[in-house]
């Protein structure tokens, strides 16, 4: 069975993992999951995240990130572009996510950005999605 949505994917498993309260997961790798994970550790949505090589398929191990009270990092995780329902965005054109305390994951042509970092470069791209 082919993946259609590898984002949605990585998302979920976060989302599960951070539900059953685990310290890390481990998720099939692609260069778009491990970009996604870049963002999120710069972002301090995670602990940290490493390559681990296997055959067939490696894999990405992403740490998970708590406050001392046990509550993730990540409060909410939504998909804003689909595979159903592309959604574009120019520079001009970009949200800021909760005024600014949320972040937005965009895929420019100098490859995965923030909002911010998209804004400061004056590039748009397709809205991945959004977390706070």
């Known amino acids: 069975m ?9 998302m979920t498993r976060i989302r599960n993992a951070q ?7 481990d998720i099939p790798a ?3 999951k491990t970009e996604m994970c870049r963002v999120l550790k710069q ?13 067939p398929q490696s894999a990405i191990r992403v740490y998970l990130r708590y406050s001392d009270d046990g509550i993730p990092a ?6 804003v ?14 949200p800021e996510v909760r005024n600014g305390l949320g972040v937005g994951i965009i895929s420019t042509s100098h490859g995965l950005l923030t909002d911010r970092e998209a804004r400061e470069r004056r590039v ?7 977390l706070w």
């Not at 748009?124 to 959004?130: Q, S, W």
């Open 2 to 10: 082919t993946m259609t949505d590898p984002i949605s994917d990585l």
């Open 19 to 25: 539900l059953a309260k685990h310290d890390r997961l």
């Open 30 to 32: 692609s260069k778009l």
């Open 43 to 55: 972002e301090g949505f995670i602990e940290n995240y490493r390559l681990v090589e296997a055959e």
């Open 74 to 79: 990540i409060e909410h995780m939504a998909r």
């Open 81 to 94: 572009s689909k595979p159903g329902r592309r959604v574009y965005r120019g520079v001009d054109d970009l």
């Open 124 to 130: 748009g791209g397709e809205f991945l999605c959004e």
